[in-house]
């Protein structure tokens, strides 16, 4: 029996690529079976599950190529709980890839942590802060790859017509055998600026100042490496409606 506000979704997909006439390429088939449940009631937090199976083969196979044959599953659980000026969603989610293919053997396990937040101090400004840490188990390569991600992105309303974004974020990832370890700092800041112009007035115009910079520390070769860019953009919209 479910309770007053549960949904439930059930669907199914199946795919084949368009490369049977290509010599070079085999034929891939993908079956994928999916069923999520989310329960939304008054003053509770929101509660959402899902599960999907996918099965990959291919078929045709060229002399050069190895027949691929894999099933996939994921699950996923979390819960967001929202207020007037905050909101908070943790999850969890599990894959894992079963490689059944008789030229390869590269099981797999990913778990992945994840917390999202938004806060809203005034109706100009919010921040949206989130972080995640995954743990990646491979048996093919018989190893572990963890990786930390942080990022917090603000944004400030300053008229109707000019508002700032800034992203900042960090991530490390890091295997388990010493072969890599790599921490990635990103910071984009932009501002926008949306035109109001009689000259092809009902488009939708905004011109963008972006700046950003990135750097990527290899610990293991002690090496780091640091990008600047800075860029100036005009996007143009052209809004219409269907038919009804």
Do not use: C
């Amino acid at each position: 029996v479910l309770l007053d506000g549960s949904s439930v979704n059930l669907r199914g997909l199946h795919t084949r690529d368009n490369v049977k006439s290509d010599p070079l390429l085999p034929v891939m088939r993908s079956t994928t079976g999916a069923l999520s449940y989310s329960l939304s009631r008054p003053e509770w937090p929101l509660l959402f599950a899902n599960y999907s199976i996918t099965q990959q083969r291919s078929s045709d196979e060229p002399d050069t190529f190895d027949a691929i044959k894999l099933i996939i599953q994921n699950a996923g659980v979390g819960i967001s709980l929202a207020r007037e000026r905050w909101n908070l969603t943790p999850s969890y989610s599990f894959t894992h890839v079963n490689d059944r293919s008789e030229a390869t053997d590269e099981d797999s396990r990913t778990h992945v942590l994840a917390v999202a937040a938004g806060y809203y101090p005034t109706p100009a400004l919010s921040f949206s802060p989130s972080l995640s840490y995954s743990r990646l188990e491979s048996d093919g390569a018989d190893t572990v790859t963890e990786t930390w991600q942080g990022s917090l992105v603000a944004a400030y309303v300053f008229t109707e017509t000019h508002n700032l974004h800034l992203t900042l974020s960090i991530q490390d990832n890091r295997v388990d055998d010493g072969s890599s370890h790599l921490t990635i700092y990103d910071v984009i800041g932009q501002h926008n600026w949306h035109l109001r112009t009689r000259f092809l007035e009902s488009l939708e115009k905004t011109l963008a100042l972006r700046a950003r910079y990135q750097r990527t520390d290899d610990h293991e070769n002690d090496d780091t490496e640091e990008d600047y860019t800075i860029a100036l953009l005009l996007n143009v919209g052209f809004p219409f409606s269907l038919p009804r």
